[in-house]
């Protein structure tokens, strides 16, 4: 499964879309009281906190699924794993 942007904006609220980028209160700090987390199809970065990674580390921190690409093949956990701390007893 190839992580989309609108795959992540889904799990987001109040998200202003633009040409080719999202942008969404940051889910790493807060407050946010401006939208400062731009998220695109190459990845995100918070323009205030200056958190940065890609659509799949997002994705598992906002919609509480994880995603595991290993090997260029992704697996997606959804036997009962729920958050980033299962992911060690997880076995894809």
């Not at 942007?5 to 940051?26: F, T």
């Amino acid at each position: 499964m190839n992580i989309t942007s609108e795959d992540v904006v889904e799990y987001l609220d109040g998200v202003h879309k633009y040409q080719n980028y999202y942008m969404e209160r940051c889910v790493f700090h807060s407050p946010d009281n401006n939208p400062s987390l731009r998220v695109s199809d190459f990845g995100y970065k918070c323009l205030s906190c200056g958190v940065r990674g890609s659509l799949v580390r997002l994705y598992n921190e906002v919609s509480g699924r994880i995603v595991v690409k290993k090997n260029l093949i992704t697996h997606h956990l959804l036997s009962g794993v729920s958050g980033r701390n299962n992911l060690a007893q997880s076995k894809p």
